[in-house]
């Protein structure tokens, strides 16, 4: 196991966190905005309403704090394992220069013990990359619970039929996409996740 390949596991690591795990709650603004908001417009003849579950989420505020925490957590451990890789660079280079000098079953015993580190910080990252991945998930079955709970409300309050994702659907009238009231509902009944309590499930 060479130093390399603890680089390519950091930047691996490096990687998921900027790219794969905030895939589900990074939603980009609309480019257009759209004339006039028509959610309260349901049209009575037609008890059916999309909603857009991708958006809701992702722009709520309960998101926003989501990805600010796993933020803060990535940092924390990138500088966690940036300090070990520090420290394996170092004793690599240290076995390096004592290989021609040193006795055979002596080196031996030193470059055994750099791969069991080499090993560890294999095995950091992946609990690491474990630990975001189920923060995240799990804080993303809470937003779309509460948002399920308030789109059923307003389902019944509306007399709606039935509402359907958008994801779904070819297309659909503003005047039936009720997304926009569920993000302002679930801002104030889900302002944030209670990440102790995720955390405490790990």
Known sequence: MTFISIRKYLKIFNFLLAFGFMTNLAIAQEENVEAEDNNSAINEAFPIAVVDMQKIVGQ?????KV?????????????????????????QEDL????????????????GNF?????????????RNQLLEEILSKSVQ????EA?????????????????DTSTVVIAANSIN??????????????????DAI???E
């Open 142 to 145: 809470v937003i779309q619970l």
């Open 115 to 127: 791969r069991k580190r080499v090993e560890g910080l294999q095995q950091m990252v992946a609990e």
């Open 67 to 91: 990805r600010e925490f796993i933020e803060n957590k990535k940092q924390e451990f990138s500088s966690e394992l940036k300090k070990e890789e520090e420290d394996l660079k170092k004793l």
């Open 199 to 201: 955390l405490n499930k």
């Open 96 to 111: 390096a220069n004592q290989r021609s000098i040193m006795p055979p079953d002596e080196f031996t015993e030193l470059e």
């Open 60 to 64: 709520s505020l309960a998101a926003v």
């Open 178 to 195: 009720i997304s926009n009231s569920v993000i302002e509902l679930l801002n104030i009944n889900l302002p944030e996740v209670d990440m």
């Open 148 to 164: 399920i709970k308030i789109i059923t409300d307003i389902g019944k309050e509306k007399g709606l039929a039935l509402t359907l």
